[in-house]
């Protein structure tokens, strides 16, 4: 089973519907991370978080939201999809040394 | 703060021929360094990572690069390309122990790697 696992893996909605994107992992870290990934812009860090109670924006957070229900789940939300919006996003997981991606979520917003 | 700039948004190699995927980084406090690479449609996968010990890293797939603290460089390279190299590769920086970087990963902008039969 993989270490990071992200639902849905395909998504495509409408302009001002809310979506959330789930993320889980079984590696035992406190750390976790939302990126969004754009062509040619690499990857972006949207929020983090290095433990249940700590929750801290990142560089593009506008528009996002998250919450972290447990060690193992950390989940992104859009409360109003805009098409700008549509990118890859990751999910990952880290120990001292080392960041763990998800598979990512293909976004689409129509 | 802290950033990477990766030389190149497209590389193109013959197969056999050399690869050279170059990264500069800027960090205030010593880095920690990656190479991530994507397959297409696929996630990021950890090449080879820098965390201090020797300034030559080996990585997977014959992969290598090398921390030169002097140059904030960390280039990437294999000897001999191959058809099945052709991915999009992502250097990555964080901050050791200490600074409000810590744990947190900046990524340069990506090189898509084409390799010709």
């Known amino acids: 089973d993989a270490d990071v696992t992200q639902t849905p893996r395909n998504r495509i909605t409408k302009t001002g519907k809310r979506i959330m994107l789930e993320c889980s992992q079984t590696?035992?870290?406190?750390?976790m991370y939302w990126y969004r990934q754009d062509p040619g812009l690499g990857l972006r860090l949207i929020y983090y978080?290095?433990?249940?109670?700590?929750?801290n924006k990142g560089e593009i957070s506008d528009g996002y939201s998250v919450s972290r229900q447990a060690q193992a789940k950390f989940s992104l939300s859009l409360e109003s999809a805009i098409p700008n919006q549509t990118a890859l996003y990751f999910c990952?997981?880290?120990?001292?040394?080392?960041?763990?991606f998800g598979p990512g979520t293909r976004l689409t917003v129509l | 703060a802290q950033s990477v700039t990766q030389l190149g948004s497209h590389v193109s190699v013959s197969e056999g021929a050399l690869v050279l995927l170059r990264c500069n980084y800027s960090?205030?406090?010593?880095?920690?360094l990656f190479w991530y690479v994507q397959y297409p449609n696929q996630g990021l996968q950890l090449l080879l990572k820098?965390?201090?010990?020797?300034?030559l890293v080996k990585g997977i797939n014959g992969f290598e690069a090398e921390f030169k603290k002097s140059e904030t460089s960390f280039h990437l390279t294999k000897p001999s390309a191959h058809m099945s190299d052709a991915a999009e590769y992502f250097c990555?920086?964080?901050?050791?122990?200490?600074?409000?970087?810590?744990?947190?990963?900046?990524f340069g902008q990506g090189t898509i790697l084409t390799v010709h039969p």
């Open positions: 990555a920086v964080s901050a050791k122990a200490g600074g409000t970087s810590y744990g947190k990963l900046t």
């Open positions: 978080s290095f433990d249940v109670k700590d929750i």
């Open positions: 590696k035992g870290h406190d750390r």
């Open positions: 960090s205030s406090v010593p880095p920690y």
């Open positions: 990952a997981t880290s120990d001292v040394t080392e960041q763990f």
């Open positions: 820098y965390t201090s010990a020797a300034t």
